[in-house]
């Protein structure tokens, strides 16, 4: 079992930046895959960003390629999503995830959520 919790989101001004983070409980973090994903109001959810278990392979949306970075600290038991050059297109809340298939994009291949955590970006 993991527990879950995002924090670091916020308002914030077109072009500036949010590191968001999410801390988790339970002893088997690091044999999880990680993601990130969004969802804006009337929107579906849709896929981030992910990082392997050992942090070695990190995927991207195309829409945040190039602007957005995530890590984890296996240690901390805690993922991160830096998230630069934001612009009003990336107002969502933002979710956190965890599972062990390689199907990063999708989110049936995660079984733990956190409770999302807001990002609003003023234009």
């Known amino acids: 079992q993991v527990q879950l919790v995002e924090s670091g989101g916020g308002l914030v001004q077109a072009g500036g930046s949010l590191r968001l983070s999410c801390a988790a409980s339970g002893r088997t973090f690091s044999s999880y895959n990680m993601g990130w994903f969004r969802q804006a109001p009337g929107k579906e959810r849709e896929f981030v960003s992910a990082?392997?278990?050992?942090?070695?392979?990190?995927y991207y949306a195309d829409s945040v390629k190039g602007r957005f970075i995530i890590s984890r600290d296996n240690g901390m038991k805690t993922v991160y999503l830096q998230m630069n050059s934001l612009n009003p297109e990336d107002t969502a809340v933002y979710y956190c995830a965890a599972g062990r298939g390689d199907t990063y994009l999708n989110t049936e291949n995660y079984k733990f959520w956190g409770q999302g955590t807001q990002v609003t970006v003023a234009s």
């Open positions: 990082i392997t278990w050992g942090g070695r392979s990190t």
